[in-house]
């Protein structure tokens, strides 16, 4: 038997922040420092962690508020101009996270990144964790003309890899991972540690790891 028929699935296409990276520190001091310049109250972090999954835009969306729409089209400058600047600030892998990559590749799995993050910038992360060398592909929310939950990437990353449904899995940790999956007809596991547990819970995954151990026994031998 290969490597590659012992595990489980083929393809596992991670969801980056708040999944593969811990990036919440230098997200929320970006969207801060769009609200300081703008003369308007900072958020809790914790506030700010909720708000992320769909992109940069709909981040500073929502942290300016219904009021402040007029607005949002500054805001999305300076945070990319912040962000940009300081998005390996404090951003790192989850523990265990980057030995997860290494055993599954071992073993001949495939793996990608899909993200609603703009793919400049995911790639600058990827690259400045040294993450890419390890991946046959990413999509960022910039990358074609749809972005999660669409599933129109998580079907170009599986036919970069000539992976099937049925032997990929999606990792994430919000419900916009879980209704791509869903979307894509892939198998779905949710992470524990991402930036909104509570949000993921609710939308009724069928499994959540809550480590890095536990995250590559589904890999090996499925949910």
Same mark, same amino acid.
């Given at each position: 038997?290969? *490597?590659?028929?012992?595990?489980?699935?083929?393809?596992?296409?991670?969801?980056?922040?708040?999944?593969?990276?811990?990036?919440?520190?230098?997200?929320?001091?970006?969207?801060?420092?769009?609200?300081?310049?703008?003369?308007?109250?900072? &958020?809790?972090?914790?506030? &700010?962690?909720?708000?992320?999954?769909?992109?940069?835009?709909?981040?500073?969306?929502?942290?300016?508020?219904?009021?402040?729409?007029?607005?949002?089209?500054?805001?999305?400058?300076?945070?990319?101009?912040?962000?940009?600047?300081?998005?390996?600030?404090?951003?790192?892998?989850?523990?265990? &996270?980057?030995?997860?990559?290494?055993?599954?590749?071992?073993?001949?799995?495939?793996?990608?990144?899909?993200?609603?993050?703009?793919?400049?910038?995911?790639?600058?992360?990827?690259?400045?964790?040294?993450?890419?060398?390890?991946?046959?592909?990413?999509?960022?929310?910039?990358?074609?003309?749809?972005?999660?939950?669409?599933?129109?990437?998580?079907?170009?990353?599986?036919?970069?890899?000539?992976?099937?449904?049925?032997?990929?899995?999606?990792?994430?940790?919000?419900?916009?991972?879980?209704?791509?999956?869903? *979307?894509?007809?892939?198998?779905?596991?949710?992470?524990?540690?991402?930036?909104?547990?509570?949000?993921?819970?609710?939308?009724?995954?069928?499994?959540?790891?809550?480590?890095?151990?536990?995250?590559?026994?589904?890999?090996?031998?499925?949910?």
């Amino acid at each position: 038997m290969s *490597a590659a028929a012992a595990a489980r699935f083929d393809h596992v296409a991670f969801d980056l922040d708040g999944t593969l990276i811990d990036s919440r520190a230098d997200l929320a001091a970006s969207v801060n420092h769009v609200l300081r310049t703008m003369g308007i109250r900072e &958020l809790a972090p914790q506030t &700010l962690y909720g708000y992320v999954g769909e992109g940069a835009r709909v981040l500073v969306e929502r942290a300016l508020g219904p009021d402040r729409r007029a607005r949002v089209d500054e805001g999305v400058a300076l945070f990319m101009d912040y962000y940009g600047a300081h998005l390996l600030d404090a951003t790192v892998p989850y523990p265990g &996270l980057v030995d997860v990559l290494d055993a599954a590749a071992a073993r001949g799995v495939a793996l990608s990144v899909l993200t609603n993050k703009p793919f400049g910038l995911t790639l600058s992360i990827l690259d400045g964790l040294g993450l890419t060398p390890r991946l046959i592909g990413v999509i960022g929310g910039d990358s074609l003309p749809v972005r999660k939950p669409d599933p129109a990437g998580l079907d170009a990353l599986r036919a970069l890899s000539k992976t099937s449904r049925e032997r990929t899995l999606l990792v994430g940790d919000s419900s916009i991972d879980l209704a791509t999956a869903r *979307a894509g007809d892939v198998a779905f596991c949710g992470v524990a540690w991402g930036l909104s547990p509570e949000a993921l819970v609710a939308a009724g995954p069928e499994r959540i790891v809550h480590d890095a151990a536990e995250l590559l026994r589904v890999i090996e031998r499925g949910l």
